[in-house]
T-cell receptor, first 111, second 115 residues
Framework: GQNIDQPTEMTATEGAIVQINCTYQ??????LFWYQQHAGEAPTFLSY????GLEEKGRFSSFLSRSKGYSYLLLKELQMKDSASYLC????????????FGKGTSLLVTP | DGGITQSPKYLFRKEGQNVTLSCEQN?????MYWYRQDPGQGLRLIYY???????QKGDIAEGYSVSREKKESFPLTVTSAQKNPTAFYLC??????????????FGPGTRLTVT
């Protein structure tokens, strides 16, 4: 089975740093993805981790620990436009390579 | 421009009618997927296709059907057998499986309302 947990909501202040956690228990693992989704829009790809460690991409970083079934997305220098839902997704092993999504974390950035 | 298109953005149907949602991509991606998203829920996989003329059921395939006659196109039919069809439907595609990151690219979605 698949079980991916994220906090439902988070609030942070403009200019601050926020960490969104994701824990997973899945029958297969072939990478973990983070997507950003603004209300009513399609998800857009943010980051990908398949090996343990930190991947940095500008203001966004993502960390993975496969032994702990744990990942986090770190957003630095928060901007108002970062208010969105952040989706954690685990990719199955072959043959499907399907993505299993968590319910998403709704982040509100306040002035 | 390369991308994924879904049309229409909003769709209204009466209960008991079948409806087909379109999804077209010009990214030359092999794999295509259909998800539905309900308020407060994550994306749930309906069907996926790895190559032309082949597709597999996802977690919630009941009441849906698909076809993959062309690489570019993966239409989804919501049949009258689907008990709760009102939802936001997202189509996605990804490059050849097993190579590189292979992240999924999403279309803009179709919001289906059935009354």
């Amino acid at each position: 089975g698949q079980n991916i947990d994220q906090p439902t909501e988070m609030t942070a202040t403009e200019g601050a740093i926020v960490q969104i956690n994701c824990t997973y228990q899945t029958s297969g693992f072939n990478g973990l993805f983070w997507y950003q989704q603004h209300a009513g829009e399609a998800p857009t790809f943010l980051s990908y981790n398949v090996l343990d460690g930190l991947e940095e991409k500008g203001r966004f970083s993502s960390f993975l620990s496969r032994s702990k079934g744990y990942s986090y997305l770190l957003l630095k220098e928060l901007q108002m436009k970062d208010s969105a839902s952040y989706l954690c997704a685990v990719r199955d092993r072959p043959p499907g390579y399907a993505l299993n999504f968590g319910k998403g974390t709704s982040l509100l950035v306040t002035p | 421009d390369g991308g994924i298109t879904q049309s229409p953005k909003y769709l209204f149907r009466k209960e008991g009618q079948n409806v087909t949602l379109s999804c077209e991509q010009n990214l030359n991606h092999d794999a295509m997927y259909w998800y539905r998203q309900d308020p407060g829920q994550g994306l749930r996989l309906i069907y996926y296709s790895q190559i032309v003329n082949d597709f597999q059921k996802g977690d919630i395939a009941e009441g849906y059907s698909v076809s993959r006659e062309k690489k570019e196109s993966f239409p989804l039919t919501v049949t009258s057998a689907q008990k709760n069809p009102t939802a936001f439907y997202l189509c996605a595609s990804s490059p050849n499986l097993g190579t590189g990151v292979g992240e999924q690219y999403f279309g803009p979605g179709t919001r289906l309302t059935v009354t």
